[in-house]
């Protein structure tokens, strides 16, 4: 076992001795930063839940009265009205439970501010793609792989602490991302209230959640497509030995999953696709992309292309000679 952490331990001052590492810090930072400074400047990318004043459940009242007039006063289908938009019925609902349950609509605040910059968590998979696929590829590249090799120490655990590496530098990141969003919102837009209750539809039902409790739900689960692409990129440097290739398919995959999806989703096998599975927040708030799903079966599904890419990876590592290399 100590052996095992003295090679995480040496991985990871590998990692950060490079320059690259710090840059991808120092651009994760300059980006949550830069939207916080953005949305306080140019006051129209920001927009309330709804009324915060004392009179709250009044206005509540009177904004329902009025979506009620707009929805009876919809087109028939086929017709048209230019410049209009009739609200979900479903807004009718979520203000009359705001008021059966005295809970005040909020402004928009730090809590927002991390909802929006959860989108930054596809620049964190990027980063981690690119260090994935370095792990193992950099050290056939550089000729540094016998090294490790001829040392009293299994493949596989130097295998694992590769990966575990990879885990940790991810992890690190979405750590810094939450918390850097966290102290840029709250000196930017306030913290309205740390036990500030989040509703939310899941199922038909409106839900109550506490707001830290959503969020950092919201940000591990927005974490799996992170973890399968950054395993898929280790396990294809493991298997071809090149940095470049892996960079290059898990990127391509991650930014066209979705279109792959749409595209194939008349067909009966569409979602055993991985990309059909890895937005599992779909399941807390939205809807699946088909009616067979569930998120028991996203989750076997996902298992399934997990052990696939960790088998790979092993079997390419551990059983494949170097000595020609």
């Known amino acids: 076992m100590?052996?095992?952490?003295?090679?995480?331990r040496n991985e990871q001052m590998k990692l950060y001795s490079q320059i690259a590492t710090w840059i991808m810090l120092i651009i994760l930072g300059v980006l949550v930063i830069g939207f916080g400074v953005l949305m306080?400047?140019?006051n129209t990318m920001i927009s309330g839940e709804g009324p915060t004043g004392e009179n709250w459940k009044q206005e509540l009242q009177e904004q329902n009265t009025q979506l009620k007039e707009q929805q009876q006063g919809a087109p028939s289908p086929g017709e048209e009205r230019e410049q209009i938009q009739y609200p979900a019925y479903t807004d009718i609902e979520m203000n009359q439970y705001r008021i059966?349950?005295?809970i005040k609509p909020s402004g928009y605040d730090v809590w927002d501010f991390l909802q929006t910059n959860r989108s930054l968590i596809s620049i964190i998979s990027l980063f981690t793609i690119i260090?994935?696929?370095?792990?193992?590829a950099n050290e056939f590249k550089w000729g540094t792989i016998k090294l490790l090799l001829i040392r009293p120490i299994s493949r596989t655990k130097i295998l694992l602490s590769k990966y575990v590496s990879v885990l940790l530098f991810?992890?690190?990141m979405l750590l810094c991302l939450y918390a850097l969003s966290f102290i840029v919102g709250a000196a930017l837009f306030g913290v309205d209230s740390?036990?500030?209750?989040?509703?939310?539809r899941q199922a038909g039902e409106i839900q109550e959640a506490s707001i830290f409790q959503h969020t950092v739900s919201m940000y591990l689960l927005s974490s799996v497509n992170l973890l399968?692409?950054?395993t898929f990129a280790?396990?294809?440097s493991a298997v071809f030995r090149n940095s470049s290739l892996a960079i290059g398919v898990a990127i391509f995959l991650m930014m066209a999953g979705n279109s792959i999806v749409l595209f194939l989703m008349e067909r009966e096998w569409a979602k055993y696709i991985l990309f059909a599975n890895t937005d599992l927040t779909m399941y807390l708030e939205g809807n699946p992309m088909f009616n067979e799903q569930t998120a028991g079966f996203s989750v076997a599904v996902l298992l399934v292309y997990y052990v696939i890419f960790v088998i790979l990876a092993w079997v390419f590592f551990t059983k494949r000679d170097v000595a020609s290399n």
Do not use: C, E, R
């Open 234 to 236: 280790f396990m294809i």
């Open 170 to 172: 991810a992890g690190m």
């Open 194 to 200: 740390i036990s500030q209750t989040y509703l939310f």
């Open 2 to 8: 100590n052996n095992f952490i003295q090679l995480v």
């Open 228 to 230: 399968l692409m950054a």
């Open 40 to 42: 306080k400047v140019d």
């Open 100 to 102: 059966q349950n005295d």
């Open 131 to 136: 260090v994935a696929a370095g792990m193992i």
